[in-house]
């Protein structure tokens, strides 16, 4: 039973396509981000949220938008898909109140590959 | 464990050995470290974490290690299993207040040989 749910799990896309990639958490955290992953880079934030009211820009958020529909739910969209955008992309949660762990502690979904042709 | 162009330093050992994987973080104020591993097809997971009020944590059968002084991280896994082929990141934060910031390690691919 995964906690955290991506959609979709792959996509193929075209060149100025708009794209936008869901994300569902089930562990009632407040704490919401989108990074993204390249082969050799490791984790990049694109974007956070603290809770729904809450967006913030992290260190690649050129070319991307989010949306915090609900404390459960925050979207991640390409709003004209550019090659360079073809990543695996991650949504993560983490709660600052979380007992026996530092709050910093992110939980991460599957995962969602975007290839942008 | 730092990477050198688009590749992931790799690391190949024998199952039943144990595993000596490297970080060199950058924040000199972080004071809260994580390891996660990474399966293939997967999202990171938490393997162990440590404060920087404390220089060793053991977990079961991982130990990490931290110094200070020289700004490094390691994360030891012992008696090898080829489950625990994976690519494994360390990550740094300075905690308290409002912060959020995860900065994330490149990574090191673990290939356990059977």
């Known amino acids: 039973d995964a906690d955290v749910t991506q959609t979709p799990r792959n996509r193929i896309t075209k060149t100025g396509k708009r794209i936008m990639l869901e994300c569902s958490q089930t562990k009632g955290h407040d704490r919401m981000y989108w990074y993204r992953q390249d082969p050799g880079l490791g984790l990049r934030l694109i974007y956070y949220?603290?809770?729904?009211?809450?967006?913030n820009k992290g260190e690649i958020s050129d070319g991307y938008s989010v949306s915090r529909q609900a404390q459960a739910k925050f979207s991640l969209s390409l709003e004209s898909a550019i090659p360079n955008q073809t990543a695996l992309y991650f949504c993560?949660?983490?709660?600052?109140?979380?007992?026996?762990?530092?709050?910093?502690?992110?939980?991460f979904g599957p995962g969602t590959r975007l290839t942008v042709l | 464990g730092e990477s050198v162009g688009l590749h992931l330093p790799t690391l190949s050992v024998q199952e039943g050995d144990n595993s000596i994987i490297n970080c060199a973080y950058s924040n000199s104020a972080s004071d809260y470290f994580i390891w996660y591993k990474q399966e293939s097809g997967k999202g990171p997971q938490f393997i162990i974490d440590i404060r920087s009020n404390m220089d060793k944590r053991q977990g079961q059968r991982v130990t990490v290690l931290l110094n200070k002084t020289v700004k490094h991280l390691s994360l030891q896994i012992a008696a090898t299993q080829p489950g625990d082929s994976a690519v494994y990141f360390c990550?740094?934060?300075?905690?308290?207040?409002?912060?959020?910031?995860?900065?994330f390690g490149k990574g090191t691919l673990l290939t356990v040989n059977p």
């Open positions: 993560a949660t983490s709660d600052p109140g979380l007992a026996g762990r530092s709050y910093n502690e992110q939980f």
């Open positions: 949220s603290f809770d729904v009211k809450d967006i």
């Open positions: 990550a740094e934060t300075v905690s308290g207040g409002s912060n959020y910031k995860l900065t």
